[in-house]
């Protein structure tokens, strides 16, 4: 079978890969001539974990390629997945320019049957979009050519993209026709033999099962970090909490850590989308509005914690920050909590210094030089008075506090995660703050 995927992101690049270990052979489409050139050179654009051996090994295969140009691979495959980005707009709807660029090019190239399936996160009736574009650019050309287009919305996250597309708890395809449906169950068969299941349903429906999981993961943890603060003021520890929710079956025990906020490219932008596709449709989604309201504070907590910890007084002050990128295992800082915290220590007259295992590249393009950049983790902390742990890398966990201890000048700690015993860090003499 041969496919091509556009967009050569993280979803993209995850998505072409995974198909092509499965003997799928795929062509990756980007309009980034250099992210394109680096992939044909063996490099790769983004961190992810597993994801440059599993490329490089496809691609000595022969079964993976990259291109810039879409156009003239659509004559050899019968799938193309869109997986461009879906960026909010000012107004927080999602912003469909290059789902349709997409769109418009295979309705203006197309010579055979195709099946255009969109993998990225789109609004309720994106689908009949891609439709009448696609539609539109044929009857320009004067040409009838059939068609159909797909919904396949993605559930990988970053960090685990591999794991979680090639051992997905579900793949959900929304199809409009029998032979759209039979592509797609011959190119997902591999993952059906494997025991994944596969569900088929209306378009509109799998557009939307997209936003409402991402939407219900969101609700979880700004619930979370709702009970954490409310657990501080009366006396009561959130992580005993979660424990004991999580292990009823119904709640479950994931995604229900409380922390400094979610940020990624994500939860933040599908979150606003689907407040705006209510909004467009006369319905206020009024947990989703206060799930919103919620991260936007909590993603202040950290830097709350240390200023009231100094009196409100942080002029002069080296706060130590440990991760900078928006979840461990990526390089990834949009909406990253990390960039709310430094803001406000700068504002508030702080000196900030920063590490993080993978993200300090990405860090200097997005802030430069506001913030002092150290080589590693306990150089980081040299002379400072306070750290704060934003990103719960795993090197993270279990430091030696014996030689932080030496290298700081002052004891404050704040842990944005909830990841270090309270008794530990008591005993070690050091002002530890958790969140709840
Ligand atoms: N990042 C993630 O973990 C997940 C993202 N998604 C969704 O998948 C979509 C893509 O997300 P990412 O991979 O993170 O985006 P990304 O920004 O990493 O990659 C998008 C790529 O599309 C390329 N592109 C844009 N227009 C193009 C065109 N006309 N032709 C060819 N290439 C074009 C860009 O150059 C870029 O390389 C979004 O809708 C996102 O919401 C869904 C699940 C997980
Ligand atoms: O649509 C998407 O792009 C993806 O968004 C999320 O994946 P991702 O953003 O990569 O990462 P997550 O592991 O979900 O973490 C998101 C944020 O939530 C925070 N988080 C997560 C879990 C938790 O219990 N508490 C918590 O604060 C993380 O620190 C991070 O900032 C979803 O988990 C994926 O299923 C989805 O495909």
């Known amino acids: 079978m041969n496919i091509a995927i556009v967009g050569t992101g993280y979803v993209g690049l995850v998505t ?9 052979d795929v062509t990756c489409v980007d309009i980034n001539e250099a992210k394109i050139k680096a992939l044909q050179g063996g490099v790769m654009p983004i961190y992810e974990p597993g994801l440059e051996s599993l490329v490089l090994k496809n691609v000595e295969a022969g079964r993976l390629h990259f291109t810039t ?21 000012e107004d927080g709807s999602a912003d469909l320019r290059y789902v349709l660029d997409v769109a418009r090019t295979v309705g203006r190239s197309i010579n055979k049957y195709t099946l255009l399936v969109t993998k990225s996160t789109v609004p309720v009736g994106t689908a009949q979009k891609v439709k009448a574009v696609i539609q539109e650019e044929l009857d320009k050309r004067g040409v009838t050519i059939p068609f159909d287009v797909a919904s396949n919305p993605e559930f990988l996250k970053e960090g685990a993209a591999i794991k979680d597309f090639m051992a997905p708890d579900r793949v959900v395809v929304g199809i409009e026709s029998d032979h ?4 797609m169950e011959r190119l997902y068969r591999p993952f059906v033999l494997n025991g994944y299941p596969i569900l088929f349903m209306d378009i509109p429906s799998a557009e939307m099962t997209k936003y409402a999981a991402n939407a219900m993961l969101a609700t979880r943890i700004s619930f979370m970090n709702d009970i954490a603060n409310l657990c501080e003021r009366v006396g009561a520890d959130v992580e005993c909490v979660r424990k004991g929710i999580g292990s009823d079956t119904r709640i479950g025990k994931h995604f229900l850590y409380a922390g400094c906020g979610y940020g990624g490219s994500c939860f933040p932008k599908d979150v606003k989308a689907l407040l705006y596709t209510g909004k467009e449709n006369g319905y206020t989604m009024r947990v989703i509005e206060a799930v919103e309201e919620v991260n936007e504070t909590q993603k202040s907590i950290v830097f709350e914690k240390v200023n009231k910890l100094f009196n409100n007084d942080l002029k002069g002050k080296i706060v130590a920050i440990w991760g900078l990128a928006f979840k461990p295992d990526t390089d990834d800082m949009r909406e990253a909590p990390a960039l709310v915290v430094i803001d406000k220590l700068i504002k508030a007259g702080a000196i900030v210094k ?8 990405e860090c200097k393009r997005r802030i430069g030089n506001q913030v002092e950049y150290a080589k590693d983790m306990y150089d980081v ?27 700081m000048r002052g004891n404050v700690i704040v842990d944005g995660r909830n990841i270090y015993d309270q008794e530990e860090m008591e005993n070690e003499y050091f002002v530890y703050s958790r969140i709840g």
């Open 16 to 24: 072409g890969t995974c198909f092509s270990e499965m003997g799928v």
């Open 69 to 89: 140009d879409l156009t003239a691979c659509l004559d050899n495959v019968s799938i193309v997945f869109s997986a461009v980005g879906t960026p909010p707009d």
């Open 180 to 183: 759209a449906r039979k592509l």
């Open 354 to 361: 920063v590490y993080d295992p993978i993200a300090m590249d």
């Open 381 to 407: 902390v040299v002379d400072a008075d306070a750290l704060s742990l934003i990103t719960e890398w795993k090197q993270f966990r279990l430091p030696s506090w014996k030689c932080i201890k030496r290298l």
